[in-house]
C-alpha cells in the first residue's frame, strides 16, 4: 500500500501542480478582460469590449482546464485508493462512485419523510463477519414554493437530509419492526407500531421510539444498545435513524457530510489516510458494536 500511496502522491503533486497554473492564468486574463470590457463600455469603443470578451473566453477556457484537473484527481482517488483501500477490509467488496442505495429501499423503511428530488453516490456493498452491507451517500430534497411581493410563484428544492444511508443484512429474519429516531420522529410511519421509552433518562430526551410491541423493543434494545446508540449519536453532527426491519438495520446518518471525499490540495500520506479511512471504518465499527454477527442475529 507505501508504493500505491507514493504514486498516488506523486501524480496528485503533478495535477495540483497543473491546477494551480491554470488557476493563475485565469485570474490573470480575467483582471484585463473586466478592465477592458468597463472601458469600452464608458468610452463607447467597441474594439475595447470585443477584445474584452475575446480574453474574457481565454479567461473561462483556463478556468475550465483547472475544474478538468481537479475532476481527474478525483477519479484518481475513486478507482484507486478507495477501492485498494475497501479490498483490504472487506469480503466481495463492489465500489461504484456514481451508483447508489436506491430511494425506494430508504422510503420503505418509513422513517423518514418522502423526497421530492433525491441524489446518492460512492455505492459500496461487501460483507463483514459474515454480515453483509450496503451503504451510500444520499441527498434528500423537498419541492419549496415561495411567492415574491408580485405575486410571482418560485419552485426550488433544498435538502432536508444529506450524509449516509447504511443497510446491514443479518442471517435472521424479525416479523416485527423496530425504529428508533433521533428527534421528534414526526415523518415516521406508525401504522400497527407502538411508542415507548427506555429506562435511560438521556436515551429518551434523544430519540423516540417505535416497535411492533413493546416486548420486540426491549428484545433488540438492550441496556449495552442503548450505550452503542449514544456513543454513535456523538460521534455525528446532525442526526441519526435506526430500523430493524425483516433481515435488514438500516442506519441514517444526516449530518451534512461529503464522506469519501480528498482534497487536491491535501498530501496523500499514512497520517491524512487515517482521517480519511474514518469514513470507511464506521461500516465495521457498526457491526462491531452492535455484534450483528452474533448468534442474536443467526
Known amino acids: 500500500m507505501n508504493e500505491k500511496l507514493q504514486s498516488i502522491e506523486n501524480r496528485r503533486l503533478e495535477i495540483e501542480k497543473r491546477h494551480k497554473k491554470n488557476i493563475l492564468i485565469g485570474v490573470l ?6 478592465l477592458l470590457g468597463a472601458l469600452g463600455v ?40 478507495i477501492h485498494a483501500l475497501l479490498a483490504e ?10 451508483s447508489t442505495i436506491p430511494v425506494s429501499r430508504i422510503n420503505a423503511t418509513g422513517t423518514i419523510k418522502r423526497p421530492d428530488r433525491f441524489y446518492g453516490e460512492d455505492y459500496i456493498k461487501g460483507t463483514y463477519k459474515g454480515v453483509g452491507f450496503e451503504v451510500s451517500d444520499v441527498d434528500l430534497k423537498q419541492r419549496v414554493e415561495r411567492r415574491d411581493q408580485n405575486g410571482n410563484v418560485h419552485v426550488s428544492y433544498e435538502t432536508y437530509f444529506k450524509g449516509r444511508w447504511y443497510i446491514y443484512k443479518f442471517q435472521k429474519h424479525f ?9 421528534r420522529g414526526n415523518y415516521v410511519n406508525r401504522k400497527n407500531l407502538v411508542k415507548f421509552d427506555t429506562e435511560s433518562i438521556e436515551f429518551n430526551k434523544k ?27 456523538k460521534l ?7 430500523c430493524f426491519m425483516n433481515n435488514e438495520l438500516h442506519i441514517g446518518v444526516n449530518d451534512r457530510k ?20 474514518s469514513d ?8 462491531n458494536e452492535f455484534r450483528l454477527d452474533s448468534v442474536k442475529f443467526k
Request: proline share 3%.
Open 175 to 183: 416479523d416485527q419492526v423496530l425504529k428508533v429516531v433521533e428527534g
Open 280 to 287: 470507511i471504518e464506521l461500516i465495521p465499527a457498526i457491526i
Open 236 to 242: 455525528h453532527r446532525g442526526s441519526i435513524l435506526y
Open 207 to 233: 430519540f423516540d421510539i417505535f416497535a411492533t410491541s413493546q416486548e420486540f423493543g426491549f428484545y433488540l434494545i438492550t441496556s449495552s444498545m442503548i450505550e452503542k446508540l449514544l456513543e454513535l449519536e
Open 42 to 81: 464608458t468610452s463607447e469603443l467597441t474594439v475595447f469590449i470585443i477584445l474584452g470578451i475575446v480574453i474574457f473566453i481565454v479567461s473561462i477556457f483556463f478556468f475550465g482546464r483547472a475544474s478538468a484537473e481537479a475532476s481527474k484527481f478525483r477519479k484518481i482517488i475513486k478507482r484507486e485508493l
Open 258 to 277: 461529503n464522506y469519501l471525499e480528498f482534497k487536491l490540495k491535501t498530501p496523500i500520506n499514512e497520517e491524512t489516510l487515517d482521517i480519511f479511512m
Open 29 to 34: 486574463t480575467l483582471i484585463p478582460a473586466i
Open 89 to 98: 477490509e472487506f469480503e466481495e467488496v463492489i465500489y461504484d462512485p456514481k
